[in-house]
């Protein structure tokens, strides 16, 4: 069955960087859109952008422009998610999601999600 | 950009009410509209796509209706496992946003 498993949490100092991965298995890592939402403490669902696992070409929400990368190794069906220079804000619950539709759609639904990768930004 | 409302922000019922749960886009999505659950602590999971699609393995009582601006999510008969926040979200185009989400906890 499709699965997406992301790395463990992450404690990190404010102006640090974290590198979340997201691996994916039991489908064509290449044929359909990876996501990428935050969730902070206690707040909603955010979404911050796909990346297109084809050609790695990213698209970021407003919001999530200039400190944050979205990136692949597609030979381990795994995609990225680096934010640099964090910030106590950027303390949150961060999950990757497929785009249901194929040939990278990203006009879609998402499922499934990941198990969700807790980043905590505190000095 | 499009904004997603829902309402209520909340709410309590009882088990076996009705309850429904109402999202509004500020411009026209056609059908192009997800609910998500997440229950406390949990990962959000896909209830119903292209706004009334029941996600297989989701039970019955839940349903969706609506398009272009205005969705709804039906629990026909809310059950003790129900209690939960639930998203919607539009996908025709990006960016994919998700409504401000509806608590839902039993009386």
């Known amino acids: 069955q499709e699965q997406l498993v992301q790395s463990g949490s992450e404690l990190k100092k404010p102006g640090a960087s974290v590198k979340i991965s997201c691996k994916a298995s039991?489908?064509?890592?290449?044929?359909?859109?990876m996501n990428w939402v935050r969730q902070a403490p206690g707040q909603g669902l955010e979404w911050m952008g796909w990346?297109?696992?084809?050609?790695?070409?990213?698209t970021y929400a407003q919001g999530f422009t200039g400190r944050f990368v979205f990136s692949l190794d597609t030979s381990v069906s795994t995609a990225y998610l680096q934010i640099s220079r964090l910030k106590a804000e950027d303390t949150a619950m961060y999950y990757c999601?497929?785009?249901?539709?194929?040939?990278?759609?990203?006009?879609?639904?998402?499922?499934?999600w990941g198990q969700g990768t807790l980043v905590t930004v505190s000095s | 950009d499009i904004q997603m409302t829902q309402s209520p922000s909340s709410l309590s019922a009882s088990v076996g009410d009705r309850v429904t749960i109402t999202c509004r886009a500020s411009?026209?999505?056609?059908?192009?509209l997800a609910w998500y659950q997440q229950k406390p602590g949990k990962v959000p999971k896909l209830l119903i796509y292209?706004?009334?699609t029941l996600q297989s393995g989701v039970p019955s009582r839940f349903s969706g209706s609506g398009s272009g601006t205005d969705f709804t999510l039906t629990i026909s008969s809310l059950q003790p496992e129900d209690v939960a926040t639930y998203y919607c979200?539009?996908?025709?185009?990006?960016?994919?946003?998700f409504g401000p989400g509806t608590k839902v906890d039993i009386k």
């Open positions: 292209a706004a009334s």
């Open positions: 039991g489908y064509t890592f290449t044929t359909f859109a």
């Open positions: 990346i297109n696992t084809n050609t790695g070409n990213p």
């Open positions: 999601a497929k785009s249901f539709a194929t040939w990278n759609d990203a006009e879609s639904w998402f499922d499934p």
């Open positions: 979200q539009k996908y025709n185009s990006a960016p994919f946003t």
């Open positions: 411009q026209g999505i056609s059908s192009y």
